[in-house]
């Protein structure tokens, strides 16, 4: 019961109204729009405690790579952590290039009450915000090679400019849990091309929303490894590094690789 009611007095996390119009008139068109300036008007409408650790150790005149843990749970979704990061960052780097998201393609499984939104409409949604606000939009079925590869090309594009965000889990509640297969080689090319990789984790304590930078690691992976095998390696490096800043109730999936590594 206890733990029913502090639930209860989480904060709901909300846009405000007055910009959706124009936001919809944009999105509908394909208008740019700038992430970061749209993130401070949300931010702001939703004045909730936030704590931001360790943003300054994130380069003010470099490129790098910010791999966040998918954090969501009703009333706050991931955007909404990735537009305080995207505000924190700006801040960091007045007058650069704002941080880049990597979106999903594509939701499974959402509802609106009792109606399923079709998997083409969420598709549909994640293309046209890619467009607007220029980010990468990364396949999430495995299977299509030659768009992810297309992503990819873009990613690097991307980093010759500025700084690129990515949750490698594409889903989840904050809890770790296992990225699609592909985007541990993903996260190791980024790597390759001499990208430092920042773990940022995303959690809350009590109505405070945490994000905590630590710091950057890089992914060696063997060259004698399969494929699958280099994959899963980097995978699991990556989300242990999110972990690693994470409490231990948040460690998912990935409770022993931590462990260790904290040993």
Request: aromatic letters at 10%; zero cysteines; charged letters at 25%.
């Amino acid at each position: 019961m206890e733990r029913r009611e502090v639930r209860s007095k989480r904060p709901r996390y909300s846009f405000p109204k007055r910009p959706l119009l124009p936001f919809a008139f944009d999105l509908l068109f394909g208008r740019h729009r700038s992430f970061a300036r749209d993130s401070a008007l949300v931010t702001a409408n939703s004045p909730y405690p936030r704590r931001f650790e360790g943003f300054e150790r994130l380069p003010e005149d470099s490129s790098f790579v910010l791999v966040m843990n998918h954090f969501n749970r009703s009333g706050l979704n991931t955007y909404h952590a990735a537009m305080a990061v995207s505000v924190a960052v700006a801040e960091r780097r007045p007058g650069r290039k704002e941080l880049s998201w990597l979106l999903t393609s594509e939701w499974y499984g959402r509802r609106i009450g009792p109606i399923n939104i079709p998997v083409a409409v969420t598709r549909w949604m994640f293309a046209r915000v890619g467009l607007i606000y220029d980010l990468v939009v990364l396949p999430r079925r495995p299977e299509l090679v030659m768009a992810r590869a297309s992503s990819l090309r873009r990613v690097l594009a991307a980093l010759r400019g500025g700084p690129v965000g990515i949750t490698p889990e594409a889903a989840g509640s904050g809890v770790l849990i296992e990225p699609p297969l592909g985007n541990g080689l993903f996260l190791a090319t980024l790597s390759r091309h001499g990208y430092p990789l920042y773990p940022l984790a995303v959690f809350e304590e009590g109505s405070t929303l945490v994000l905590r930078v630590g710091q950057p690691f890089r992914l060696q992976l063997d060259h004698g490894m399969s494929r699958e095998e280099a994959d899963r390696r980097a995978r699991e490096e990556s989300m242990t590094a999110v972990g690693r800043l994470l409490p231990r109730e948040y460690w998912g999936v990935y409770a022993d690789a931590v462990e260790r590594s904290l040993a």
